[in-house]
């Protein structure tokens, strides 16, 4: 008996020491420190501020089409050529010859669309020719030949000066880059709103919960109330039965209120956290009073702001500006292909090695060239039709800027015709909450002097919950409609003292 007893203490510390491990801690935060950690751990943050990099990374190498290319060549060659007879009908010999070659340089293309190439070539040739006579031995030879300092260089005059492939890529990716600077900047506006609207949610959902402890209190209050004027026969038992039944909605209401908290809590926790264990035994405490700090309301300056702030309008006129250049780049293409071109180097050619380098850097032999070359298709269909496409997309993409910013005022009005209502019911529901509360003080009264129902109590203990419960849904919604003002206008980070740097 005392190992069983042993182990079932033992059992029960354990138990003990769980529990306590897994007890609930709160955690007391202010709305700015709620800002402040979402924007550092929210996954959706973290995720989207890799872009910029990335699009930097893409920038920087499409400027990789200017690096040099160094080249590095080297060969051998055998040929053996049979002998034959000639027209008179005589007999000749075969050929043999080896060549050795090498060659290196570099090419490559320049920002203004000048391609150069700047290289060496030596090729070292020997074999063995036919002789002369009836018994003569076939001949051996040996000759070196290069070229040296050879410079050649094609300029487009026409297509592709301006503009060509290279440097249409590195503007457009250079607008990329900007862009996803912009993706960052929504995002955390978006988080940013979802964090306060998260928060305020949470405290109308804990007032609620206070609401409804409320209203469950004081229906117990008047379930004991009846009953003591039911054991002297000063009430009905049929009324002390709506009292009982109300006290139990009551605290239907109270679970129900206790449950979406819960959920609402959770909801923030996801917006804070990028390790969800961490915050699993966290229960949130806001601080922030659930307060509607009236505001001067502004519809052109609102308007204003959205137009000049909002990050997506902002990526849409890099868009038609990304196009503005495109047909740029398409219009130049119908231009004929007409390039300058030249070369200069200088040949040798010797027996030997060294007499051919001997040969290149006396720069005895020195060779050029100078002229152009005009290439031009045929009826041009396919650049045509690119540049008209081109255009057409620009207009297109033109229309749809239109059409978001117009979407923005709308959106921008209707945001801030639901704040300014929201604004004038927490005047009316906390008039409506005062009215309830005399009410029903004044009705007690009268019941407790036999002059009125427990059922109209009931009723206008009723209705002072629901007007408790729309004076915290007004004052939340209130705020909420705030932070969405300012998240459709954009100015979100600067109603939060927020800075963050976008490329110009």
Not at 154 to 167: A, E, H, M
Not at 285 to 300: E, G, H, I, R
Request: with cysteine; aromatic share 8%; proline share 3%.
């Amino acid at each position: 008996m005392k190992l069983i007893e042993f182990i079932a203490a033992f059992a029960g510390a354990a138990i003990t020491l769980g529990a306590r491990a897994e007890a609930p801690q709160t955690r007391a935060l202010s709305l700015e420190d709620c800002i402040q950690i979402a924007v550092q751990h929210n996954l959706d943050v973290q995720i989207i501020r890799t872009s910029p990099e990335l699009a930097q990374f893409t920038l920087s190498g499409t400027y990789g089409s200017y690096d040099p290319l160094f080249r590095l060549s080297g060969a051998h060659t055998y040929n053996l050529a049979p002998g034959g007879f000639d027209q008179q009908g005589r007999v000749f010999e075969g050929t043999e010859s080896k060549i050795n070659s090498f060659g290196s340089g570099i090419s490559g293309l320049l920002p203004w669309g000048l391609n150069y190439d700047l290289g060496l070539t030596m090729a070292d040739r020997f074999g063995t020719l036919p002789g002369s006579g009836t018994n003569a031995s076939r001949i051996p030879f040996e000759t070196t030949s290069g070229e040296a300092g050879a410079l050649t260089l094609r300029q487009p005059l026409l297509k592709n000066f301006w503009i060509d492939s290279t440097r249409l890529q590195i503007y457009l990716n250079k607008q990329n880059v900007k862009i996803s600077e912009l993706d960052v900047r929504l995002q955390i506006i978006n988080t940013v709103t979802d964090v306060e609207a998260a928060y305020f949610d949470l405290i109308h959902a804990q007032e609620s919960v206070k609401v409804q402890q409320q209203a469950m209190e004081l229906a117990e209050r008047l379930v004991a109330e009846n009953r003591r004027r039911v054991e002297v026969g000063a009430l009905a038992p049929l009324d002390s039965k709506q009292a009982e039944s109300q006290a139990a909605s009551s605290r239907a209401d109270l679970l129900a209120a206790q449950s979406a908290r819960g959920t609402l809590e959770r909801v923030l926790k996801n917006l804070l956290s990028d390790n969800y264990s961490e915050w699993a035994n966290v229960i949130v405490q806001p601080t922030d009073a659930l307060l509607a700090v009236p505001q001067q309301f502004s519809l052109q300056e609102s308007w204003r702001r959205g137009l000049e702030q909002r990050p997506d309008l902002l990526q849409a006129r890099l868009n038609l500006e990304k196009q503005g250049y495109v047909v740029k780049y398409q219009k130049n293409q119908l231009y004929p292909q007409l390039d300058l071109v030249g070369s200069y180097g200088y040949a040798a050619s010797s027996a030997e090695f060294s007499g051919a380098f001997s040969q290149i850097s006396s720069a005895d032999n020195p060779f050029y060239s100078v002229g152009a070359q005009l290439t031009f298709p045929l009826g041009n269909i396919g650049a045509r039709n690119s540049y008209k496409s081109a255009k057409l997309t620009k207009e297109q993409i033109g229309l749809q800027l239109k059409q978001l910013q117009q979407a923005t005022l709308i959106k921008i009005e209707n945001a801030m015709a639901v704040a300014e209502t929201s604004l004038q019911r927490v005047t009316a529901t906390r008039e409506a909450r005062l009215y309830s509360e005399s009410a029903l003080e004044a009705e007690q009264t009268k019941l407790e002097k036999g002059k009125s129902t427990t059922f109209v109590v009931l009723q206008l203990q009723k209705d002072l919950t629901s007007a408790r419960s729309a004076e915290i849904r007004a004052l939340a919604d209130y705020n909420i409609a705030l932070a969405r003002l300012a998240q459709n206008e954009g100015s979100t980070l600067d109603r939060r003292h927020m800075t963050m740097h976008v490329t110009k």
